[in-house]
């Protein structure tokens, strides 16, 4: 950690940043912690880092300790960019920080005139309002594989649960599930307690890494998209039912049969191997 900077809490209170909950604010200041997130994200020297929600800077400054070649930062709340700045200036030239939302940002290209050379990796407490939503964007770029080698992610544990599940666990298992499996290999690193956080959420919070397959299943992202909203959209329903809201497909059964799936059969119990042969149907039918 670089000798100049203030501890975390003081930061905190000399720029008024109290949480604010529709920013999903839920601040990290014990440095163990940001430190097995980063190292998570390891080996850093070569990599650039993407950061979204850096806040007051905890996980930021630990990945920038850790020897992270460059980190481009995301923030939305404007007031948290003064501290950032600090952390800049300890940091002369591996900080780059960007004001605006997270949720906006056309990704490759965003990357692609910030990063320097080497891996670029996604890292972040991600702020839980917009977790899945930003999942999603970086699952489903039309290029692949991404401009990302790993994702090392936090969200609450019943998301990170969604997002390793598998046919056997239907509960959980849903379209998250089915496009972050189609693309990534998954796994839960960790759990992270509601009292690691300042101010604490309600729930337990998982660490996820999401590693990139180089040859996903192939179809297409938009098809495998539109087949497993209309199943999971009505899980409970058989799919030559749930199927039916597939724009242009009216009866499912030859669909279904393309793909060498029973009609009688739902959407929990169909893995991604089978979600692809939906998906690679239904683009055959579109065109
Ligand atoms: N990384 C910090 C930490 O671990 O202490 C803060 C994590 S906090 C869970 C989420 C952060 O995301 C907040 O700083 C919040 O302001 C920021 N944020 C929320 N919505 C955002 C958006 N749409 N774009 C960019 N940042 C956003």
């Known amino acids: ?38 190292r998570a994200a390891g080996p850093l020297d070569e990599a650039t880092i993407l950061e979204i929600g850096p806040g007051p800077g905890g996980l930021t400054r630990t990945l920038l300790a850790q020897g992270a070649k460059k980190v481009i930062a995301v ?29 906006t940002l056309d990704y490759p290209a965003f ?92 729930i337990t919070s998982s660490v996820v890494e999401l590693r990139p397959r180089s040859a996903p299943v192939p179809c297409e992202v938009k098809s495998l998209e539109a087949v497993t909203l209309a199943a999971f959209g009505q899980r409970r329903k058989m799919l030559r039912q749930a199927l039916k809201s597939l724009p242009g497909v009216g009866d499912p059964a030859p669909l279904l049969e393309e793909a060498g799936i029973a009609p009688t059969r739902r959407a929990e119990e169909i893995d991604v191997e089978g979600f692809c042969a939906l998906a690679r149907a239904f683009s055959r039918r579109r065109a």
């Open 75 to 103: 923030e939305r709340d404007d007031r948290c960019l003064a501290a950032l700045e600090e952390i800049a200036g300890a940091y002369p030239g591996r900080l780059e920080v960007f004001a605006g939302d997270a949720l």
């Open 1 to 38: 950690m670089s000798g100049d900077l203030p501890p975390l809490r003081e930061v905190v209170a000399r720029h008024g940043l109290s949480a604010k909950k529709s920013l999903g604010q839920n601040f990290l200041f014990d440095l163990n912690l940001t430190g097995k997130i980063a």
């Open 111 to 202: 990357v692609a005139e910030r990063a320097t050379e080497g891996p670029v990796r996604i890292c972040a407490n991600l702020p839980y309002n917009i977790g899945t939503q930003l999942l999603t964007t970086w699952l489903t770029l039309d290029a692949w594989p991404p401009f990302y080698d790993r994702l090392v992610l936090m969200f609450q544990r019943e998301v990170a649960e969604r997002i390793v599940a598998s046919p056997r666990e239907r509960a959980d298992y849903g379209r998250l599930g089915v496009l972050a499996n189609w693309r990534c290999a998954t796994r839960i690193l960790f759990d992270v307690p509601p009292s690691a956080f300042t101010p604490p959420p309600k």
